[in-house]
């Protein structure tokens, strides 16, 4: 049999000859796992005497200890000679232009979504969300809108099957259920604006079976609707970017708000061209009131001592008024000729300071 001093040296040899990670791995296996020559050398001194056992099996830990320390010697040389052939392998020739790449655009809905937010973000609101999913409560019932309403009919609404109790979710039709779920959930003051996609059977130039609404809510004891007439004032003119654009609201009538009012913004036509500013014409931009006594009561808070304005509009309305687009289904068109031709340069947010 090798004398163990003949094995050291073998071991030690075989290990400082391998050429590479896989076969030292390999060696180390067959020195020292369950089934290696030092393994199955130590299982043997159970034969011997007490004496013999003791020498031998400290000469083989010895052994095993020499081997072990050169499989990590040669390990980490190899581990450093394969980094430096990979990094010789994968090098950049930093001369070398440039590659193209193309630089992504934000499209006119999320941008005009972000002005929205930087613009009312200035005027104290915060920003709520709620789910796409609604039930009747939320949807209808807490916002005053009675059984007989059209907006409750199938040929308007987005119903899912009927449940095990005969009730039906709905794709909510309007942002409005957040400003209840915010009402029950927060105690006034309450100052937020509600942004996000609605759906409602309707499609064509100037509709979309899913769009985008922003509404807003204030609440609080002392609010009134000179309140609203100057948040709104602020708001277009800023959207907008005309210092002296004039605003009117008309008396007009929503279930969910007493008084209610259409705001209209000016606007000229002359030459068949429409120009948002001062000029002879109204454009009608969106609807708003005070929040009804109704809604207040129906979410828990008194209408004696609370009150409150609500707004909304289309973003996508906004949208194509201020940048000119004539039909709203192009938004949802995927055309990246035209996200290039009409998108925004991204990383730069829009604020007050830059304007939209």
């Not at 296996?29 to 043997?44: F, N």
């Not at 040669?74 to 394969?82: K, S, V, Y």
């Not at 000119?324 to 730069?348: A, C, M, N, Q, S």
């Amino acid at each position: 049999m090798e004398s163990l001093e003949q094995l050291q040296s073998s071991l030690i040899d075989q290990v400082a000859a391998a050429a590479d990670l896989e076969a030292l791995e390999k060696l180390r296996v067959q020195a020292l796992g369950k089934k290696g020559e030092l393994t199955q050398r130590l299982k043997t001194l159970g034969s011997l005497s007490p004496d013999e056992r003791r020498e031998a099996g400290q000469s083989l830990n010895k052994i095993k200890e020499a081997v072990n320390a050169a499989i990590e010697t040669r390990r980490g040389t190899l581990e450093e000679a394969a980094l430096e052939a990979r990094l010789a392998e994968e090098s950049i020739d930093v001369s070398l232009p440039a590659r193209p790449a193309e630089l992504g655009r934000i499209h006119p809905i999320s941008q005009t979504w972000e002005e929205l937010v930087a613009i009312f973000g200035e005027m104290g609101f915060s920003v709520a969300e709620g789910p796409h999913i609604e039930d009747d409560f939320h949807n209808f019932t807490a916002l005053n809108i009675h059984e007989w309403h059209p907006a409750r009919q199938d040929m308007d609404t987005f119903y899912l099957k009927p449940a095990a109790d005969g009730t039906r979710k709905v794709l909510r039709t309007h942002t409005s259920p957040v400003q209840i779920r915010t009402m029950l959930a927060e105690k006034p003051p309450i100052r937020i604006i509600v942004p996000g996609r609605t759906f409602r059977a309707d499609h064509d130039a100037t509709h979309s079976p899913m769009f985008h609404q922003v509404e807003g809510l204030v609440i609080d004891k002392k609010t009134h609707m000179g309140h609203l007439k100057g948040t709104l004032t602020a708001f277009c003119r800023a959207y907008f970017g005309i210092d002296d654009l004039p605003l009117r609201f008309r008396p007009s009538y929503f279930p969910f708000t007493e008084p209610s009012a259409e705001v209209d913004i000016g606007c000229s036509r002359e030459g068949g061209e429409l120009k948002i500013g001062p000029g002879k014409d109204w454009l009608e931009i969106l609807g708003s009131g005070m929040v009804h006594p109704q809604v207040l009561a129906n979410c828990g808070l008194d209408p004696e001592v609370y009150q409150g304005f609500a707004f909304g509009m289309g973003i996508e309305r906004i949208a194509m008024l201020k940048y000119g687009f004539p039909d709203l289904r192009i938004f949802y068109e995927t055309d990246l000729r035209w996200l290039k031709h009409y998108g925004f340069v991204p990383l730069e947010p829009p604020s007050l300071v830059r304007g939209g």
